[in-house]
């Protein structure tokens, strides 16, 4: 489990089908991906995210408000394929009511931390669609750089944003104790 001031980042449940499916079937919300999801792909989303925290011990989690409990969305860490290499990457999806008000980079944030306190890899990255500059921005919040762009079958042109962990222990020392 991770705390944010505003946020708990959990292990998802089948529980969560729901809610996810709200998400992750709506058009507006998924414009950036080939397709919503339907009900099986949606299933298939919670059995690979508990899949990942058996086999790797991290996945996506589910992103909670701490005041209500109200699922609002998911963050987390995963392998990915970046342009051929299997990266560690994190990602995110905030229902669209809650959009716009800094949750993603506050989980965003809170799963970098945890990753470079957790795991031994030196680089975290992010990953999408040329077009999504939702998540771009997300990315740079989280102190990602572009590194990357390349032609990507499902995306048309893919960007790659990375952090290394040099860079994140020069930053939190530069800025004591602030949170970004
Ligand atoms: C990408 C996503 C997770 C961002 O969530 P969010 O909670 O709205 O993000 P935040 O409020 O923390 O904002 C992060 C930054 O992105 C910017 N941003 C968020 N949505 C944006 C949009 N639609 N267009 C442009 N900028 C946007 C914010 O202004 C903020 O920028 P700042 O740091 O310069 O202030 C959300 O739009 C989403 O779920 N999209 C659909 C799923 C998706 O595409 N996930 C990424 C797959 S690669």
């Not at 809610?19 to 298939?44: N, W």
């Not at 508990?50 to 011990?57: C, E």
């Not at 048309?156 to 970004?180: L, M, Q």
Request: aromatic share 14%.
């Amino acid at each position: 489990m991770i705390e944010t001031e505003r946020l708990l980042l959990r292990e998802y449940t089948p529980d969560d089908y729901d809610a996810l499916y709200e998400i992750m079937s709506d058009p507006e919300t998924m414009q950036h991906y080939p397709a919503p999801f339907d009900e099986e792909r949606t299933r298939r989303w919670i059995e690979w995210n508990l899949d990942n925290y058996a086999q790797y011990g991290f996945g996506l989690w589910a992103v909670v408000l701490k005041e209500t409990g109200e699922f609002i969305g998911d963050c987390g860490l995963t392998l990915q394929n970046i342009d051929g290499e299997m990266l560690p990457e994190i990602g995110y999806h905030i229902h669209k009511k809650y959009q716009k008000r800094g949750f993603a980079k506050e989980a965003a944030r809170a799963v970098r931390d945890w990753a470079f306190l957790n795991t031994k890899y030196r680089a975290l990255y992010s990953y999408m669609k040329y077009t999504n500059e939702g998540s771009r921005r997300t990315a740079e919040a989280v102190g990602m750089k572009k590194v990357k762009e390349y032609p990507d079958p499902k995306n048309t042109i893919s960007y790659a944003f990375s952090v290394t962990r040099e860079e994140w222990i020069h930053k939190k020392e530069k800025d004591g104790t602030d949170n970004s």
